[in-house]
Structures are given as structure tokens and as C-alpha cells.
């Protein structure tokens, strides 16, 4: 599978609040309809209830939740579109019966989702094409697990100071990286690099 991380940041690595401009959203929903598959990890759900959506730019992907504890609110706008949502073993079995009406649920790992176990899982349903769209700790436990290949970022010209970071929790290790591409659309810089493994 073919991992990509995309996210949106200010000048100081905050991602939460809103850093792409009109023409980067449009290379999101590019970028979404190119993939078979987005994902965030819950706190985004339940701080945003994000859509997730191409906006009519193409083919729609599965939309993907990383929540151990199966919290999703059964009203979450992601379900407008299909979904699947892993929930780890501790899950309790209510809450999964009832987001069962909604979406596919996956139980996949003890306490928290297995993030490895899980992409294997989706790769044998014929998910090929990843993308990881936040936040700071799902995108944190994908490059400490190594699973992503590519990162692009957007850089918004505001140093926000407060927030979520792009990095949430301390990696084990460097992640090296190789620049691929550089854009500009108006006041945002893009930076699409391949990750070294
Ligand atoms: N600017 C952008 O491009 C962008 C994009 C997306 C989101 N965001 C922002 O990011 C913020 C949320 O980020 P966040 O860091 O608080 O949370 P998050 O990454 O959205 O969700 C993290 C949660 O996912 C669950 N999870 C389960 N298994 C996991 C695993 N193996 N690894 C990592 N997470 C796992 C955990 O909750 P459980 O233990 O309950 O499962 C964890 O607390 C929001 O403010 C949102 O606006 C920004």
C-alpha cells in the first residue's frame, strides 16, 4: 500500500485551525479523489466532524477512523459517505453495534488500534492508496511506524503559537526525507517529500 500524509500547518507546526488557502484545498480534494481511501484518528472527528470529502472533484474515498474506543458520534458527518472505523479489542460491544449501522468496524489490537495489523488488513480489501490526513498523533504513530512513504505539507505565512502540533508525541527515532516538489499557490508553500526508509 501506498501511504500518504498530507497536512496543513502554520510557520511553528500548529494544525489546528485551518492553513490552506482556496487553491491548496482544491490539490486536497485532488488528492482525496486519487486516493481509495482517507484517514484521521478520532479527536479530529470530535473537534471538527469533518466531511472529508473530494467536493465533487472525483471518485469518493472510503473514509477511515483510528478510535480504539468506538466514540465516534453516531451523527458524525463522515458517515455521509462510506466509512470504516477501527476500534480496538476494549471497545465497548455496544457502542460497536451500534456504529455497525453506520459503517464497517474493524477490531483490530488490545487497547489501541494496531496501526500495522490494520493497514495489512485494508491492503487485502484492495485499499492501495492512502491518505493520512491528521492529526498531530495519528500522523506521529504512522512515521514512527514507518508505514508512510510520502509527506506533503502546506505552510501557511502565521506563526499560531497555540494548538495541536504536526508532531504530537516523541518519535523513536529521525524520519529522513527527500524533496520531491516544491509549489506556491498565492501565499501558501507546498512541500511534497518522499520519506526515506
Ligand atoms: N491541518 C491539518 O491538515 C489537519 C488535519 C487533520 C486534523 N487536524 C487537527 O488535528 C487535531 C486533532 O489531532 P490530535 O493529535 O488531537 O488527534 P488525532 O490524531 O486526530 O486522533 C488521535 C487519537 O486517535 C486514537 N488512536 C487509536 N489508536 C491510535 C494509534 N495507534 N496511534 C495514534 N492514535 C490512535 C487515539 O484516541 P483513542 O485512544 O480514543 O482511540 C488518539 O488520541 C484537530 O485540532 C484537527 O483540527 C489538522
Not at 500522523?139 to 508532531?167: C, H, M, W, Y
Amino acid at each position: 500500500m501506498h501511504i500518504t500524509i498530507n497536512c496543513a500547518k502554520s510557520l511553528d507546526s500548529i494544525i489546528e485551525g485551518n492553513y490552506s488557502n482556496k487553491k491548496d484545498w482544491k490539490r486536497v480534494y485532488e488528492l482525496r479523489a486519487k486516493s481509495d481511501a482517507v484517514m484521521v484518528g478520532i479527536n479530529t472527528i470530535l473537534k471538527d466532524n469533518p466531511r472529508l470529502t473530494t467536493h465533487d472533484t472525483g471518485k469518493e474515498p472510503i473514509k477511515i477512523v483510528i478510535d480504539s474506543r468506538c466514540r465516534i458520534p453516531k451523527d458524525a458527518r463522515i458517515f455521509e459517505t462510506p466509512a470504516i472505523i477501527a476500534v480496538s479489542e476494549n471497545a465497548p460491544k455496544e457502542s460497536i453495534a451500534e456504529i455497525q449501522k453506520k459503517a464497517k468496524v474493524i477490531v483490530c489490537g488490545r487497547d489501541k488500534v494496531d496501526l500495522c495489523a490494520l493497514i495489512k488488513q485494508l491492503s487485502e480489501t484492495g485499499i492501495n492508496k492512502l491518505m493520512v490526513e491528521g492529526g498531530g498523533t495519528l500522523i506521529s504513530s504512522i512515521l514512527d511506524l514507518n508505514l508512510a512513504d510520502e509527506l506533503i505539507v502546506a505552510i501557511a505565512p502565521q506563526i499560531t503559537s497555540k494548538g495541536i502540533r504536526f508532531i504530537e508525541k516523541e518519535l523513536d527515532a529521525p524520519i529522513n526525507l527527500k524533496l520531491k516538489d516544491v509549489q506556491k499557490p498565492d501565499d501558501v508553500v507546498v512541500l511534497k517529500y518522499e520519506i526515506l526508509k
